[in-house]
């Protein structure tokens, strides 16, 4: 283990809801909770601000709104919170060549590898640094833990949320870490712990003095003898920069159980194709597929199929979720499907057969959905001159999800405050404005389209030698949560986006976001 405290841990606070204050001037300050908004939608993040009413990730979106009825309920925007993720990604291997991502908002960092750091001030100047690149370059704020270990510069993050920064001294870990939780220790979750309190052990202190002996048998060998170490402020972890990608998957879950077959097989259809293009998108394929159903009684069942060799022809995998799929009983009802690939390879093995079989199968029911379709003759010979009777059904509404950027073509750029009874209410506000006019139209409006999230830091004129470092924190004060501009915090009306989904790159942190919920207070830049 060395020496100097030179891991340094990064946790972006509060990263979604923070996100969506810096975007939307009106709501910086403000209760702010980021998640899926049907009646089974749970909470992504949740801002400091809402926490106060016990508002914390993973939590029923219900039981949120009895919580902070006054909050602004968001459904995420992740192409926005990606790119801010890369942006911060880009500041923290310009530190090291060794940068760990855990998921968009967080990573570990060895400060030692890229001649960073190497001693306890030298670690200090470097977090410090950090977290007003950040600032700058995002208009966000991070905390920051260093130390020795991961384990313990992960634990000195947690203590200096929101916005601070903690450095553990070397020689003062098992004092640190000794009145603390059994579940501040990695590997320690629900089960565990309860395990161990069983047996009379609550603190990491207790579990030091039980012995290895003793957590052995409670544990196992592999749990026990790792789970001894780390209550002894031993870690010898290193940061890994290369996480291999384990699998690619897509997941919905629906606001009502699906009931209709067809629908269920439809459904698993469209997830195998989304699953496919992400698939490409990595410029990977794979040769086990993987269905996942979460029955009405929230019981679930994961069926796979190994194929000869691994593909990304979406037909190949849309017909094997489908023979899959005809394992399950779905009779009492759907709540959640999903449709995975694993056994990844960066190459494609052509399964002619498979892939021949699949477009014929696809061309049939082509066939057949042409032949059941009356001719654009026939359909207008059809078509009663006059009545109601005779009236075209209308279009489908479109949908506007609470949150995400829209543009008017006399307003400009705004944002979906909430929608419903075919009205969709937009404020009018950049990340750059003053907290803005509301304004309510048709959802049919030809003048409102969606848009693209805007950049949180209004982007400047590049000066030749300019680097973040040059670019003084408060100048981004506009983009920062913790401002204090007016405007009242506001509560989406329904008609949201009925369902929740997860498109998932397992072990790709680059596009999997993480929930955190709790947080601490102050802005401590000194050892604990």
């Known amino acids: 283990m060395r020496t100097a405290p030179t891991i340094l841990h990064l946790d972006m606070d509060a990263f979604f809801a923070s996100a969506e204050q810096a975007s939307k001037p009106s709501l910086r300050g403000k209760a702010v909770v980021v998640g899926g908004l049907g009646p089974r939608g749970v909470v992504s993040t949740a801002s400091y601000e809402a926490r106060v009413f016990g508002v914390n990730s993973a939590m029923p979106m219900a039981q949120a709104r009895r919580r902070a009825p006054n909050a602004a ?104 870490l000794g009145p603390m939780s059994v579940r501040i220790l990695p590997g320690v979750g629900p089960a565990t712990g309860d395990h161990l309190r069983r047996a009379g052990i609550t603190t990491v202190e207790e579990i030091a003095e039980a012995g290895e002996d003793e957590l052995v048998r409670l544990l196992g060998k592999a749990h026990g003898h790792a789970l001894f170490a780390m209550a002894l402020a031993h870690d010898d972890r290193p940061v890994v920069s290369d996480r291999e990608t384990k699998s690619v998957s897509v997941e919905d879950t629906y606001d009502v159980d699906i009931h209709d077959r067809v629908r269920v097989g439809l459904e698993v259809q469209r997830l195998a194709d989304r699953c496919v293009r992400r698939l490409r998108g990595a410029g990977l394929s794979g040769r086990t597929i993987v269905l996942k159903v979460r029955r009405y009684d929230f019981s679930t069942l994961t069926r796979s199929e190994t194929l000869r060799g691994p593909t990304d022809d979406p037909g190949v995998v849309q017909e094997a979720a489908a023979r899959l799929l005809e394992g399950v009983d779905t009779t009492g009802g759907v709540r959640l499907l999903g449709v995975g690939v694993s056994g990844l390879a960066d190459y494609t093995q052509e399964d002619l057969f498979a892939q021949a079989q699949a477009q014929a199968q696809a061309e049939a029911r082509a ?143 680059a596009s999997r976001p993480k929930s955190r919920s709790g947080g601490g207070a102050g802005d401590a830049t000194s050892s604990p």
């Open 367 to 509: 066939e057949a959905v042409a032949a059941a379709e009356p001719s654009a003759e026939e359909d207008v010979r059809a078509e009663p001159d006059t009545g109601p009777a005779g009236a075209k059904e209308p279009p489908a509404e479109r949908r506007w999800s609470a949150g995400h950027d829209v543009r008017h073509d006399e307003f400009g750029h705004g944002w979906v405050q909430g929608s419903g009874l075919g009205r969709v209410t937009v404020r009018f506000e950049t990340p750059y404005s003053e907290p803005g006019r509301v304004r309510t139209f048709r959802t049919d409006d030809p003048r409102l389209e969606p848009a693209d999230p805007l950049p949180l830091v209004e982007p400047r004129p590049e000066e030749p030698g300019r680097t973040p470092a040059d670019v003084e924190p408060e100048a981004s004060g506009a983009g920062a949560p913790g401002s204090d501009p007016t405007g009242r915090a506001v509560s989406s009306p329904g008609g949201q986006v009925s369902s929740d989904s997860a498109d998932q790159v397992s072990s790709d942190p």
């Open 73 to 176: 309920y968001l459904v995420p925007r992740f192409s926005l919170y990606k790119e801010v993720s890369e942006q911060v990604m880009g500041l923290l291997r310009a530190l090291s060549p060794l940068v760990e991502p855990l998921s968009l908002d967080e990573a570990f960092v060895d400060l030692e590898a890229g001649g960073a750091a190497w001693d306890e001030r030298s670690a200090r100047l470097a977090g410090v640094k950090l977290r007003a690149d950040i600032r700058a370059v995002t208009g966000l704020t991070g905390s920051v833990g260093l130390a020795a270990s991961k384990m313990l510069a992960k634990i000195a993050s947690e203590q200096a949320k929101p916005d601070g920064l903690v450095l553990i001294d070397p020689g003062t870990e098992r004092e640190l």
